[in-house]
């Protein structure tokens, strides 16, 4: 059985990042992940990434931009170690070979973004990710004597000792089906985020959960699981997404009366308000009748404002998108777009060293709830995010291995429950209820319907009731694929199972808070209500579902004030 002082579970920028860190401390490292690491949906982050680098900027400008989108719900503590520690973690990448864009003067341009006071988002064109991913994969190769990896493995449960400690996982090497178990001093979770609960979703397919599923099975808290980010621009046809950076550089949105509508909503800031301002208002000029398209469910976002020569050179992905995907050429005309699920602020709650309230386990990333993104996400703030917290994790981690005993090695009775959990799977008689991608596209759907840019109570009931519907289902969903050799439907089952987890947890908190803060707009209770519920809201695994509880926002610095754009 392999052991390792930290096994890393994920490989996308916090996964990569965490085995860095923990490699230069000198741990003995295992990166696990159930695609090849530079097919996280990490590579698929286009816009940038925020640091006060700039000569007049200051990191206080960018942490009190932060809590302002948090809609004051993320924890200020936290916040400063993030905008603190970002000019450092930029410059470091840029050291290990990431190539941002340069200006005319040679120094890293910045551009743009929604909800900052000023232009501090670190960009390379409209591939950051790709960019910052593939080097930290090659930095990890020379570290080939302290790190293993596990490229085209499923981890299928964590596994918890005796005391409770987190000591490893099992995992499924997909290309033969074989099942192992895993040992380590310390666990961290960078599974990404759980998009794929909605549908349509910016986010890659294989986004589903499990690390959020995983580590509240094993009895973890999760947090702010009702604030689930909708991004202002995702194509109308299929929900890809048109980076912010379009509006960085001066794209703009227009109703069906060739309105300019954010002079409405957000007369300062216009298109570059924080994401969930932007979203509600190009959702109100949709209900409101005033949408493009056919069935007037899109918005106009007119990326000709900016100058061709630099659309070709600082946003060259979206342009092949807007041609491949909606037969639009974005330099010459406007292209449709509406709100779209995106990303998860809500997840694993951890404190500032990504460690869980269960020892050992630990959590960076999208995964993760930290909280620094509170009710709503700034742009460019994620792979921050990401690489900030993933760095601490891999540091705690391994200084924590330093000092303890490899510890008892998890009983092979443990990976025989989970072969017997997906030979049961297979076993299923095959018509003997739905298929897995059925349920899927319809948990999605209701996410979609009822539980998206505005909400109320009768709508997320409903959600509810239909979740709690498709879990009985799911345990009779079948699959076509029975055998051992890169059997993804089996492993789509097992998705299927951690996304119904999340939904459910999603569901449950957004009930709960019966106010209106950041992501979350009840249309029952549409004001802020800070006396009631300027808090957390903490989901635990009951035995009967979610059980709720709270906890306390940090706030050092910046009192919760009406949040204007
Ligand atoms: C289209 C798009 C554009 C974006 N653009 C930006 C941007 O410009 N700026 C920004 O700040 N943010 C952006 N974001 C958000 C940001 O990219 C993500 O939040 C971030 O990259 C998540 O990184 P991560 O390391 O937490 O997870 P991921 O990159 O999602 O990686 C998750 C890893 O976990 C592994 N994994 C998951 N489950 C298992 C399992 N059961 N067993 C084994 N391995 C598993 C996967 O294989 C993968 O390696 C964007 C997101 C999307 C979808």
């Known amino acids: 059985m392999p052991e390792h002082d930290v096994l890393i579970i994920g490989a996308g920028l916090a996964g990569q990042r965490a085995a860095l860190a923990a ?3 000198k741990a ?85 973004f929604g ?19 593939h080097v930290l994969y090659e930095q990890l190769l020379k570290h080939h004597a302290q790190l293993d990896r596990y490229e085209e493995w499923f981890v299928t449960s964590l596994l918890q000792d005796d005391g409770g400690c987190c000591c490893g996982a099992i995992a ?29 979703t910016t986010n890659a397919l294989i986004v589903t959960g499990d690390g959020i599923a995983q580590a509240y099975r094993l009895g973890a808290p999760l947090m702010d699981m009702e604030m689930v980010q909708y991004h202002p621009t995702t194509l109308v046809e299929n929900g890809l997404l048109i980076t ?53 469910a899109g918005i106009y976002l007119d990326i000709t404002k900016v100058p061709r020569k630099r659309t070709l050179e600082a946003l060259r992905e979206i342009v092949n998108i807007g041609r491949d995907f909606a037969g639009v050429d974005i330099t010459r005309e406007p292209i449709m777009i509406r709100p779209g699920q995106h990303y998860m602020m809500g997840g694993v709650k951890t404190d500032v060293n990504g460690a869980t309230p269960i020892d050992g386990l630990y959590a960076a990333g999208e995964v993760a709830c930290v909280s620094v993104h509170g009710g709503n996400r700034l742009g460019a703030n994620s792979l921050l995010d990401t690489l900030i917290f993933g760095r601490r994790a891999g540091e705690h981690a391994a200084a924590r291995g330093s000092s303890m005993p490899m510890p008892k090695t998890p009983s092979h009775a443990r990976v025989l429950e989970d072969v017997a959990r997906i030979d049961e799977v297979l076993a299923r008689e095959k018509g003997g209820g739905r298929r897995v991608s059925e349920i899927k596209q319809e948990l999605g759907d209701t996410m979609n319907r009822h539980v998206a840019v505005y909400r109320d109570e009768a709508g997320l009931t409903e959600a ?55 992501a979350q707009f009840r249309t029952d209770h549409p004001q802020r209500d800070d006396e009631k519920w300027l808090k957390h809201i903490d989901i635990t695994r ?24």
């Open 23 to 25: 490699v230069q401390a």
């Open 28 to 112: 003995s490292v295992a990166i696990l992940s159930k695609v090849h690491p530079v097919r996280s949906h990490s590579v698929a982050a286009a816009g940038g990434i925020n640091a006060a680098i700039s000569i007049d900027d200051d990191w206080r400008s960018h942490a009190y931009d932060t809590v302002k989108g948090s809609d004051y719900l993320g924890d200020q503590d936290a916040i400063e170690v993030m905008c603190s520690e970002a000019p450092k973690e930029v410059m470091h990448l840029e050291h290990i070979g990431v190539t941002f864009h340069r200006n005319e003067r040679g120094e890293l341009d910045l551009r743009a």
């Open 115 to 133: 909800g900052a006071s000023m232009k501090r988002t670190a960009y390379v064109a409209d591939i950051t990710g790709q960019a910052i991913l």
């Open 172 to 200: 499924r090497d997909i290309r033969t089906g074989r099942m192992e178990a895993f040992a380590a001093k310390s666990v961290i979770l960078a599974c990404g985020g759980a998009g794929q609960v909605y549908r349509p």
């Open 244 to 296: 912010e950076g379009a509006r960085g550089e001066g794209a703009i949105l227009l109703n069906s009366e060739g309105e300019r509508f954010m002079e409405r909503y957000a007369p300062n800031k216009l298109e570059l308000a924080s994401r969930d301002v932007v979203s509600r208002a190009e959702q109100t000029e949709i209900l409101e009748g005033r949408g493009v398209g056919a069935d007037k």
């Open 464 to 518: 509810r009731s239909v979740v709690q519907r498709l879990r009985q289902e799911a345990r009779s969903a079948y699959v076509d694929d029975r055998g051992t050799v890169f059997n993804q439907d089996v492993l789509g089952a097992l998705e299927l199972d951690y996304m119904l987890d999340c939904a459910e947890a999603i569901v449950a908190a957004a009930i709960e808070r019966k106010e209106s803060r950041g």
């Open 542 to 565: 009951g035995q009967d579902g979610p059980q709720i509880s709270y906890s306390e926002v940090t706030i050092t610095q910046w009192q919760p004030e009406e949040r204007r754009y």
